[in-house]
């Protein structure tokens, strides 16, 4: 399934807005498994399908400095319905007012800091890969080119790294209001403040 799944999100990141027939042609997945491929993937809200029965990959920028995807199909972009507008909450925390994926990466700063024996296998007890199941919250930097190879589905800057006792990590900044609620829960178990 996880291979069939990435199948369709990298045809779909290279191929926008395409079409179930597009997309059966090209990956060969076909009737019941696609659509309920499809199904699923929209609900995660992981992909989007447009109002024309068209589908293209949710890409969510986790910070406002990154530069947006720029579309290599000689496609015009439109601008998407209200039924699929961005949800730009903010949250504050530690004083502080974040997006959704710079929340992240500031909780699992924060912690690194108030525990600083802190091991890769440690923090994955903590904030565990099923709290987001496409990306994890966080991986190291091997893993996390091996999950998103063409990049900016994690925070990689140097100063946005966070250094473990043996081994640094990148957070992922692809968080919706629904995929990021298992995290704030977990956040909140541990006593930090996030309104």
Request: aromatic residues 8%; contains cysteine.
């Given at each position: 399934?996880?291979?069939?799944?990435?199948?369709?999100?990298?045809?779909?990141?290279?191929?926008?807005?395409?079409?179930?027939?597009?997309?059966?042609?090209?990956?060969?997945?076909?009737?019941?498994?696609?659509?309920?491929?499809?199904?699923?993937?929209?609900?995660?809200?992981?992909?989007?399908?447009?109002?024309?029965?068209?589908?293209?990959?949710?890409?969510?920028?986790?910070?406002?400095?990154?530069?947006?995807?720029?579309?290599?199909?000689?496609?015009?972009?439109?601008?998407?319905?209200?039924?699929?507008?961005?949800?730009?909450?903010?949250?504050?925390?530690?004083?502080?007012?974040?997006?959704?994926?710079?929340?992240?990466?500031?909780?699992?700063?924060?912690?690194?800091?108030?525990?600083?024996?802190?091991?890769?296998?440690?923090?994955?007890?903590?904030?565990?890969?099923?709290?987001?199941?496409?990306?994890?919250?966080?991986?190291?930097?091997?893993?996390?080119?091996?999950?998103?190879p063409k990049g900016k589905r994690y925070f990689e800057k140097p100063e946005q790294m966070i250094k473990l006792k043996d081994r640094k990590v990148v957070v992922c900044n692809q968080f919706t209001l629904a995929n990021i609620q298992p995290?704030?829960?977990?956040?909140?178990?541990?006593?930090?403040?996030?309104?």
């Amino acid at each position: 399934m996880a291979k069939t799944n990435q199948k369709l999100l990298t045809f779909l990141e290279q191929n926008p807005k395409s079409t179930k027939n597009q997309i059966q042609e090209a990956t060969g997945l076909k009737g019941l498994q696609l659509y309920n491929l499809l199904r699923k993937l929209t609900k995660e809200e992981t992909i989007i399908e447009h109002p024309n029965q068209t589908y293209s990959v949710d890409i969510i920028d986790g910070t406002e400095e990154q530069e947006p995807v720029q579309q290599k199909t000689k496609q015009t972009t439109t601008v998407k319905p209200k039924t699929a507008s961005r949800d730009s909450s903010k949250y504050k925390f530690e004083g502080k007012e974040y997006g959704k994926g710079p929340l992240v990466r500031a909780v699992v700063s924060k912690y690194v800091e108030d525990n600083p024996k802190t091991t890769y296998e440690q923090l994955k007890e903590v904030f565990p890969d099923e709290l987001l199941k496409r990306f994890g919250i966080f991986q190291d930097e091997k893993t996390a080119k091996e999950i998103a190879p063409k990049g900016k589905r994690y925070f990689e800057k140097p100063e946005q790294m966070i250094k473990l006792k043996d081994r640094k990590v990148v957070v992922c900044n692809q968080f919706t209001l629904a995929n990021i609620q298992p995290f704030l829960k977990v956040a909140k178990s541990l006593g930090y403040k996030i309104k």
